[in-house]
């Protein structure tokens, strides 16, 4: 069966993406100790990450929301210091602009560029990374991501969701991502492809079953594969 698209993850696949998390609390906590002192002094990073969590405990619902996951706990920073009517719009804003300053791992763009000249490709995340400000946009011709479609990977619809997108049979498609549960094992109960993009030389987690068939160590390597063995 002929692969006639594919789909990328972004997170961790594309590029690192805990160096941007960690510049975009940063500008949050900036924003405030110049505009907010007070809530500053308050919440430092470590405890404003620490109610994330405990919001993200709280609300399952919101599993597949991370933005909206974030927007509350800044609601609740604010509330805690008596303050009603937050600035919401602008700390989303700082932090969505230092979120998406990621460094793009020396072989993902050339990549890209390759794949997308053979193969059409649309992004599948879990994260709120934004394809335009990460300079990315023009090699996809699809975006799917987790807080649009109310579920998120490694539930099998997110994945069917893409493969909507495309037209074509789920066994037509070929996922590529880090995570061995979110990205290979998801994608492979949904009926698609998967390539473990294996970065760190990691060992395969054997409670998620049979190794993938194929692993390999970076985004190069599968546009070298793709362009031996795939046919589209």
Known sequence: MPIRAITLDLDDTLWPVLPALELADRAVDDYLRE???DVARAW????MRELR???AAERPDLAHDF?????????QVFAACGIADPPLDTLWEIYFAARNAVEPW????????????RWPLASLTNGNADLARTGVQAHFAHHVCSRDVGVAKPDPRIFLAAVTQFGVAPDEVLHAGDDPEHDVAGA????????WINRHGEAWPAALGPAPELELRDLGELADWLETHATA
């Not at 909206?68 to 800044?74: G, I, N, Y």
């Not at 020396?106 to 000249?117: H, I, W």
């Not at 492979?188 to 390539?195: E, H, P, Q, S, W």
Request: net charge positive.
């Open 53 to 55: 969590a405990q919001v």
């Open 67 to 75: 933005t909206t996951q974030r927007r509350l706990t800044q609601q």
């Open 188 to 195: 492979r109960r949904a009926g698609l492809r998967a390539v």
């Open 44 to 47: 430092p990073i470590t405890a």
């Open 35 to 37: 505009h907010w002192p």
């Open 106 to 117: 020396p072989d993902s763009l050339p990549a890209l560029r390759r794949l997308a000249a």
